[in-house]
């Protein structure tokens, strides 16, 4: 049965195809990782400093980016790894680069079929997985992104409701 909204209203699903469709708007390699630094650039991150590794994890070659931005609550981890949505607004006469919701998601699928995201704002830190493999594991008929967020002070995973 398809999920209901609190409304009563039946809610669009998207196919888990839709992340690898999705990713082929990046014709080159160099374009999706644009959009992966562009982020750390937008308004209100304060990224100073952006790396970009390869590193080997059991076996597999994994390109890693981290910047020294302020991070993510939950609920705008959320947002960033949702289709259309985004809080982008200028600062300071900067404007941010993508205004669509879209740029990590095709990004990211374009460079691999997998996505972790660690992200730390205040006391509070959140991990995000967007993933075909889990997705093709799990044969899923929609994308589910999963999203633990963790205070490490008192061992409490904050409610889904909470930022």
Known sequence: MAKLSEHGIRLSCMSPSYLYSNSTSHTWPFSAIAELIDNACDPGVTAKQIWIDVVEI??????????????????????MLSFGFTEKGSSRGHQPIGVYGNGFKS????LGKDAMIFTKNG?????GLLSQTYLEHIRAKAVIVPIAPFNPQN???????SN
């Open 58 to 79: 059991k076996g597999n070659l994994c390109l890693t980016f981290t910047d020294n931005g302020y991070g993510m609550t939950p609920s705008k981890l959320h947002k």
């Open 107 to 110: 990004g990211s699928m374009r």
């Open 123 to 127: 006391g509070c830190l959140s991990v």
């Open 155 to 161: 061992n409490i995973l904050p409610s889904a409701r």
